[in-house]
């Protein structure tokens, strides 16, 4: 799914695994995907991932505005740092359990192509649901995601629907835990 201007809290970790694809916007990585997200001081989250056949990657998200008194969450990142890093901007809006982000991400596919992106996340709990949608010159791709939450597990099953290529899917199980 797209990326969003939320970020973990400062000692928070998240620890993924997960089958067939990166999961990361784009990344037609096969295999599995072994992932940490570490939330540390001044709204900074970082993480390192093991993807099968590729090795291993490392991102950060700098969230600059955090969204009290009204107005969204924004926030820049990078991805996949050490293989074909991609740089994003995001703005995140949430309005109860709904949350609304847009942004542009960049670097993306052999052309190195900027997309556009936005997206939704409802979370009422135990389910988590989310769609959002990608677009730039060649590439286009809408995604949907049903998760199951249980305490400090997330379980989620996601469909990547390319314009030029097959559906692909993603399973994925989360761990978030706050360490100090």
Do not use: C
């Not at 010159?137 to 305490?151: E, M, P």
């Amino acid at each position: 799914m797209m990326p969003t201007a939320d970020v973990l809290e400062p000692g928070e970790s998240r620890l993924d695994y997960e089958t067939a694809n990166s999961g990361k916007l784009n990344v037609l990585f096969g295999g599995s995907i072994i992932g940490t997200q570490n939330g540390t001081l001044f709204d900074i989250e970082a993480g390192i991932d093991n993807i099968t056949d590729v090795g291993t990657v490392y991102n950060f998200k700098w969230r600059f505005l955090s969204g009290e008194g009204g107005g969204p969450a924004a926030a820049v990142g990078a991805q996949n740092l050490a293989e074909s890093t991609q740089y994003y901007a995001v703005l995140t809006k949430g309005i109860s359990r709904l949350k609304v982000s847009g942004g542009v991400i960049t670097g993306v596919g052999d052309d190195d192509e900027t997309l556009a992106m936005v997206g939704a996340s409802l979370d009422i709990r135990p389910f988590i649901l989310m769609v959002d949608h990608v677009q730039g010159d060649t590439i286009k791709r809408t995604a949907g995601s049903v998760g199951l939450a249980f305490s400090s597990f997330v379980i989620q099953g996601t469909a990547y629907d390319f314009e030029n290529a097959d559906t692909e899917y993603t399973m994925t199980l989360s761990f978030i835990q706050k360490l100090y």
